[in-house]
């Protein structure tokens, strides 16, 4: 069982910038794709990007222009770049990925945007 742990979440000002990191266990290679997903306050887990192992990406239209999801397979990390963060990014972001067809998720991390 792969596990995966975010860090990175955090207070900010909107307008402000996090980055979020997601380091798996082992090997990232086998990991395919790796995403991340939010969850506000009553609301559903929604996915925020994605992105495979060749390096194909993939974002919600919400966030497109402002994050950058990206992942270095040599440090088994996956990233979460967030720019220009508005109230409405605020959520619990959580880490994905697929391994060998099993899905894993880390435990969140917060993220928090003032106005």
């Known amino acids: 069982q792969v596990q995966v742990v975010e860090s990175g979440g955090g207070l900010v000002q909107a307008g402000g910038s996090l980055r979020l990191s997601c380091e798996a266990s082992?090997?990232?290679?086998?990991?395919?794709?790796m995403a991340w997903y939010r969850q506000a306050p009553g609301k559903q887990r929604e996915l925020v990007a994605s992105i495979y192992y060749g390096g194909t990406t993939n974002y919600s239209d919400s966030v497109k222009g402002r994050f950058t999801i990206s992942r270095d397979n040599a440090k088994n990390t996956m990233y979460l770049q967030m720019n220009s963060l508005k109230p409405e990014d605020t959520a619990v972001y959580y880490c994905?990925?697929?391994?060998?067809?099993?899905?894993?998720w880390g435990q969140g991390t917060q993220v928090t945007v003032s106005s």
């Open positions: 082992g090997s990232i290679a086998s990991l395919n794709p």
């Open positions: 994905f990925a697929i391994a060998a067809g099993r899905h894993n």
